[in-house]
């Protein structure tokens, strides 16, 4: 292995993450009983039982509902426990402080409650859980009114009941990500988070990593009937995440339920209809979702399987050669073990094949000249929580994934690029074999008082990530708008390529809370990569502050974050080599050709004098944040924001061709850099009971380096990789207005939700016949966007006679409406100045109307 020089630093920091976790498993404990002792007169205690009342009016208890205790720092430090046979819970070992519980369970309200806990006090706490009505309060895409005073993070918080509610087309985790405020989704279907490709953020599945091991994107299907809360980071502040430079999403999943339940989606197929006639189905998405006790209070479990076909058309092409196809099928399986109150383990599994035939269509690039994706895969994660008699929480997440994917080109045909676009086939097949196991332990020690509250939590991330592929490509012809040769682009090599990366990190975070309106989080995140940096340390803090009433909190926090090293990075000097050639206004080929070849560039080496090939930085991001919230009256918040991230040794892919001679360089160069700046305003407003509304303005300016590698070589490499710019990249959008929310209308029991985005068009560059910039990159944009998606539907009680098992069964029938207004959003342009058609925009996207149908309770 070309690594092999860095298996001793790795191998030291895997020792020194040994002791530290030694250290709290053994010493921690003990310090935490002793410590417990000299101070026993200021613990307290918080028990309680959960109950629900039947229709009858008989109490029963509840056993396997988890309870979760929020002390003064935010939920991400929060305890959890889980009721035992009787339905009890406890929490002990807690310092004086304010606490909030709670605990839901489907089909019944949420219950909370907060207690002031004064030393050496034991609260008692029972929750009553009441069915769920229809005129329940909802929370829609924002923080309640009730502002949390002691939370740091400023995050977008979606949860299961509006992830059901959303008007969206798909059931993919893009589509709802790309509501949030900080979230970009690009014309290609690429997600953007604070300026950057989602290739640098980062998605966790209760707390591990759950992304594509080579790309980096969010290739992973997570079913949305299996989603408890999604987290939308700007600025996260805890030192227990890291790995991206960009943003971070957090998904905690849903446990299995304790009473056996089935619900069951768009079971309905739809057609599709041309000229009056019907021509074959639209799309079948069915979606069901089982599961319940194996054992009562002790083993349960869940399904959910989900299988779609879809038909989607493509406006700017003709019918019918103008539809991608889509086929996948998921499943996700939970099991859960409770073997005892303070120990429970939680174990998933997920398969998630997919077929994608046609996936880059436009108007400029047909099917004949479009990619085929297959991807076959499965993630298997578990989690074991154990909670000492001392209060400390011992928790060790560890996941696997296996990642297999592949493209195809329609045909082996040489591929041709003219001003219009793009004919042939495709010029480039890849295919990659993927492993990645992650082993995270963690430490949570139970509340210190010392000037306040102090929540301390540490441990170590083990990361192997591992890949084996190749990626083989056929000639490029470049033509003039007279059909004459203008560039011909060859390969030349195998293209076999491979890497490995090993990456440890230790952290330590304290949440210190000094009084009830003043909240500190300060830790820190040491990280060591066999392809990257050896030693990088990233500090991270944040406060929170709510003066006078607690009404306002004022939020503020800094940090630097560290993202993996790519590991296309790692075998770029394996990828084929670019062999160019050029030919003058008739056709005639002009000198020799070029060969470009694949060599990693750090700052301050030459192509002369390259240096070492193992790539030994790390893409590093210095952000900062601060906002106010307020809560203006009693049913309206409004929050102000303004971000700021700087991110530096990006990998850049930059073509380097030679002064003379027949040899120049394809670089790939750790200079990238990116800034990216946002202002927010937004306000959540609640008039009723009945309805819940939110309205977020963003005002940002992203700039950077456009070759970024993630840019180039995913999905699919890009056929001419121009030279290197710095400036707007595609998805800098300066002006977004997102409102939103749920709506119960008196009249027939319907509820609507809609969701309005208007924002700047995107921006695109002016190429010349060899498909290079004309003028600046980028300065060139879109009409302005506008949709107002809704969707309409009605919950109706099911009661069939002599079935028991229907009572309370609820079936959803609704309809949703994408772009309701019809508004004419141009989704491609003609782009090349030397086409007659330079400047038109075309691939106009229509309004798309669906049925909804669910069973479920």
Known sequence: MKYCGNTAKFSSSFLRGRLLLALAIFAIPGFAQQTGADSQTLTASIRGRVTVTTGEGSTNNLAGITVKLTGPAPASSSMSTVTDADGRYEFTHLAAASYTTETSLEGFKPWTAT?????????????????????????????ATDIATQSVSATSTVSEKQLESLPLRTNELSEALSLSPSVIRTQ?????????????????????????????????PIPPGVIQSMQVFNTPDSSEFGGFSGG??????????????????????????????????????????????????????????????????????????????????????????IL???????????????????????????????????????????????????????NTVVRYTRFDSSTYAQGPADMQITPEGWGGNFFNNWARKANQVEVLPTVQVPAKSWYGHHDLKFGIDILYRTYGGDSVSHPIHVRAEDGSLAEDIDFQGAGLLKATSEEISEFAEDRWTLTSSLSINFGGRLTSQTIGRSLAFAPRGGLSYAPGNGKTVIRAGAGVLYGHVPLLAAGFADNQERVISMFNSSGVLVGPPITLQNLYLPAGATTTSPGPQNPGSTPRTLTWNAEVESAVRRNLSVRVGYLDAHTRDLFIVDPMLPASGTIGVLALTNTGTSQYRQAEFSAHYQPSERADLNLTYVWSRARGDLNALSDTFVPVEAPVIRPNAYGIPSSDIPHRVIAGGLVHLPWWKLSVAPVADVHSGFPYSELDVLQNYVGTPNSSRFPMYFSLDAKIYRDITLHIPFLDGSKGRKVRVGVFSLNATNHQNPHDVFYNVTSPLFGTFAGYQRRFTGFTLGVGE
């Open 115 to 143: 207690v002031r806990l004064t030393p050496g006090q034991a609260a008692v706490l029972d929750a009553p859980l009441q069915i769920s009505t229809v005129s329940e309060q909802v929370e829609v895409q924002g923080e």
């Open 188 to 220: 290609e279907g690429k997600l953007n988070f604070n300026g950057q490709t989602e290739s640098q953020g980062m998605l966790l599945v209760d707390s591990a990593e759950n992304v594509d091991p080579v790309a980096g994107s969010f290739a992973i």
């Open 248 to 337: 971070l999403t957090r998904i905690e999943l849903k446990p299995p339920p304790a009473a056996w339940n089935y619900k069951l989606y768009d079971f309905v197929p739809a057609f599709r209809a041309k000229g009056g006639d019907l021509v074959g189905l639209a799309n079948v998405t069915p979606r069901f979702e089982f599961g319940g006790p194996l054992v009562q209070n002790k083993y349960s479990f869940s399904e959910n399987l989900t299988y779609e076909f879809r038909r989607d058309p493509v406006r700017g092409l003709s019918w019918p050669f103008n539809e991608t196809y889509k086929r996948s099928f998921i499943s996700f399986t939970e099991l859960q073990a």
């Open 340 to 394: 005892s109150p303070q120990h429970v383990v939680n174990i998933n599994i997920n398969f998630f094949p997919q077929n994608l035939q046609f996936i880059n269509i436009n108007t400029l690039v047909p099917q004949s000249a479009s990619v085929d994706y297959r991807r076959r895969g499965v993630s298997a994660g578990l989690s074991d929580s154990y909670q000492l008699e001392s209060g400390v929480i011992l």
